[in-house]
């Protein structure tokens, strides 16, 4: 198995990844013209909650870069990582129930933030 520390490292890269993933969603989504069909204070909301979850994996990142051995070495750490996890597996399990299982693309999201839930686990043990 790989080195905690280094676990911790491949963690703060995929959130890095998912930092810049949610920077582009302006020009990925075409959000200019597919948000104009909210009304203005949705597509507010919209924008500021994409912006506050950047930042969040922006601050996961730091942390499992930062703070290794505290996040292998103490309880608050592990409480941590614990958090982290269960914030991918969840967003996993969203996936599929927003998204359902029909699209090929949909089910390799669902597997990636899987992914992220073991990355962010796997320290703990």
Do not use: C
């Not at 507010?44 to 051995?69: D, E, H, K, P």
């Amino acid at each position: 198995m790989l080195a905690p520390k280094l676990i911790l490292s491949i963690g703060g890269v995929y959130n890095l990844g998912f930092v810049v993933f949610h920077l582009l969603f302006w020009k990925i989504f075409r959000w200019k013209e597919d948000l104009a069909s909210l009304t203005h204070v949705n597509r507010l909301i919209m924008q500021i909650l994409n912006l506050r979850l950047t930042y969040v994996f922006l601050g996961m990142a730091y942390v499992l870069f930062r703070f290794q051995s505290e996040l292998i070495g103490t309880k608050l750490g592990q409480t941590l990582l614990i958090a982290f996890s269960i914030f991918w597996l969840m967003r996993a399990v969203e996936q599929v129930i927003f998204f359902g299982l029909e699209n090929k693309v949909s089910n390799g999201i669902a597997v990636l933030f899987f992914i992220g839930g073991v990355i962010h686990l796997l320290p703990v043990f």
